[in-house]
T-cell receptor
């Protein structure tokens, strides 16, 4: 058990819909990362938050947005869903402590499997 | 743009042998390089981290080397066991303080009894 909790574990929805994925990081970790993993793309970095502040952005679509709340949990919002958005979405947390310091070891949740029909 | 390549999609090896996986990168000045293990349908699990000023790191049967001149990391599993069968991912974090950790596509290792 990594200590990172993701909900829901599975989600089936239709094209055009909107979903919210939730992540609770390990106790004490200030950094949260979101990744998308599909069969043909590997693990794609989406976005990183540190203590509520967006730190880095990857190839995140404009239809996707995220935020990290004061209690450090994070949400990834996916809207106007398309078939190609079907994937495993992982959240990871780390204790990376400063802007100049490394991220360190990432602790991953078990993922949210999104199926868009 | 940054590119991370892992030597092959799949690697089959006999039990007891040493498995060697390769991670090559371009257009990077990585400050840190990490290796993760991922089992089907599960989240990746951290194995080892090596810094740009380190040449080698060991942990039990695992060894990682990091050659910033060749832009390459090698990941070795000695005395491999069927339980080592999984996908192994390398991940790079480049210097600049942005803490963006980028993963390679992984190598699926199968250890044959």
């Amino acid at each position: 058990d990594s200590g990172v909790t993701q909900t829901p574990k599975h989600l089936i929805t239709a094209t055009g819909q909107r979903v919210t994925l939730r992540c609770s990081p390990r106790s004490g970790d200030l950094s949260v990362y979101w990744y998308q993993q599909s069969l043909d793309q590997g693990l794609q970095f989406l976005i990183h938050y540190y203590n509520g502040e967006e730190r880095a952005k990857g190839n995140i679509l404009e239809r996707f947005s995220a935020q990290q709340f004061p209690d450090l949990h994070s949400e990834l919002n996916l809207s106007s869903l398309e078939l190609g958005d079907s994937a495993l979405y992982f959240c990871a947390s780390s204790s990376g402590t400063s802007r100049k310091g490394g991220a360190g070891e990432l602790f991953f949740g078990e993922g949210s499997r999104l199926t868009v029909l | 743009s940054q590119k991370i390549e892992q030597n092959s999609e799949a690697l089959n090896i006999q039990e007891g042998k040493t498995a060697t996986l390769t991670c090559n990168y371009t257009n990077y000045s990585p400050a840190y390089l990490q290796w993760y293990r991922q089992d089907p349908g599960r989240g990746p699990v951290f194995l080892l981290l090596i810094r740009e000023n380190e040449k080698e790191k060991r942990k039990e049967r695992l060894k990682v080397t990091f050659d910033t001149t060749l832009k390459q990391s090698l990941f070795h599993i000695t005395a491999s066991q069927p339980a080592d069968s999984a996908t192994y991912l390398c991940a790079l974090e480049f210097s600049g303080g942005y803490q963006k950790v980028t993963f390679g596509t992984g190598t699926k290792l199968q250890v044959i009894p």
